[in-house]
């Protein structure tokens, strides 16, 4: 099993619909988890960042976190074509804390 | 402005030279990370250190060295015994366990 997971897509959705972005982690005791995006040929930004279960929202960003089920998302409400990207996942694990990255989703939002 | 600063932004490398890529932050951060990325790939870590004067091997650190002198500079040496290093080199930094923020990327070809 991989350490950090994500479906590679593409997501497609239309613009004005909400896109959900999904991520699962293997390390239990992991406490730290983040939401970059990434645009073809640059460096990834943070969107999100969120480290107690539950819900975080910023503007149209909301991040979801259930360490029980080891899983975080990532809702775009009102999808922009701007917003097509590719979306990281990361997560700080293991006892050395290094931060894992998962290999992405390609989000498509079409006008 | 604080911030991450790669350079050069795009350089080539003749077959058996070295070359130094630069990463300087002034985000007082402890961390620092180097990671590949090849053309539709996820983010490959190469090098992190976690306090001056000491780095850890990632997952592909064979043909590449590191050094950490100053908090604020982590330089990544591709050396002549790296076979394929045509890709897109990212610099990052960080205070443990919290967000990563990432430089401009420097684009590596061989020529």
């Known amino acids: 099993q991989k350490e950090v997971e994500q479906n590679s897509g593409p997501l497609s959705v239309p613009e004005g619909a909400i896109a959900s972005l999904n991520c699962t982690y293997s390390d239990r005791v992991s406490q730290s988890f983040f939401w970059y995006r990434q645009y073809s040929g640059k460096s990834p930004e943070l969107i999100m960042s969120?480290?107690s279960n539950g819900d975080k929202e910023d503007g149209r960003f909301t991040a979801q976190l259930n360490k029980a089920s080891q899983y975080v998302s990532l809702l775009i409400r009102d999808s922009q074509p701007s917003d097509s990207a590719t979306y990281l996942c990361a997560v700080y694990a293991g006892n050395n804390r290094k931060l894992i990255w998962g290999l992405g989703t390609s989000l498509a939002v079409n006008p | 402005d604080g911030g991450i600063t790669q350079s050069p932004k795009y350089l080539f490398r003749k077959e058996g030279q070295n070359v130094t890529l630069s990463c300087e932050q002034n985000l007082n951060h402890d961390a620092m990370y180097w990671y590949r990325q090849d053309p539709g790939q996820g983010l490959r870590l190469i090098y992190y250190?976690?306090?001056?004067?000491?780095?850890q091997k990632g997952d592909i650190a064979e043909g590449y060295s590191v050094s950490r002198e100053k908090k604020e500079s982590f330089p990544l040496t591709v050396t002549s015994a790296q076979k394929n290093p045509t890709a897109f080199y990212l610099c990052?930094?960080?205070?443990?366990?919290?967000?990563?923020?990432f430089g401009q990327g420097t684009r590596l070809t061989v020529v």
């Open positions: 990052a930094s960080s205070q443990l366990n919290t967000e990563a923020f």
């Open positions: 969120i480290y």
């Open positions: 250190s976690q306090i001056v004067n000491d780095f």
